[in-house]
């Protein structure tokens, strides 16, 4: 069975920074595509980054420059670290995984078979 656990989550000052991880159990992240998601109130989800087999990250245009993912494959988890937080990054925060694969790697939710519980980030300005 395939459980992707969240953590890291909780409450920040905007221009702060933020770690979140995600640890996979019953599935490898390694050689897989995994990444990030979010839904803030009110609001769709919408993607954050992903990450594929050969380490390379796709980011969502806006989030780029003060997002970054990463993963472990040793330690069988996902990172994403936000710098200079704002009020707007406040939202949960889901990880994802493909059923199998890691080349394919799009910002597409879509192609996620698994997903986290979700772990609540909160910006205050």
């Known amino acids: 069975q395939v459980q992707l656990v969240e953590s890291g989550g909780g409450s920040a000052e905007a221009g702060g920074s933020l770690r979140l991880s995600c640890t996979a159990s019953?599935?490898?992240?390694?050689?897989?595509?995994v990444g990030w998601f979010r839904q803030a109130p009110g609001k769709e989800r919408e993607g954050v980054a992903t990450?594929?087999?050969?380490?390379?990250?796709i980011y969502a245009n806006s989030l780029r420059e003060r997002f970054t993912i990463s993963k472990d494959s040793a330690k069988n988890t996902l990172s994403l670290l936000i710098h200079n937080l704002k009020s707007e990054d406040s939202a949960v925060y889901y990880c994802?995984?493909?059923?199998?694969?890691?080349?394919?790697?799009?910002?597409?939710?879509?192609?996620?078979?698994?997903w986290g519980q979700g772990t609540q980030v909160t910006v205050s300005s």
């Open positions: 994802a995984a493909v059923a199998s694969g890691g080349y394919w790697c799009p910002l597409d939710q879509s192609n996620f078979s698994y």
């Open positions: 990450i594929d087999y050969r380490h390379t990250a």
């Open positions: 019953g599935y490898s992240v390694r050689g897989n595509c």
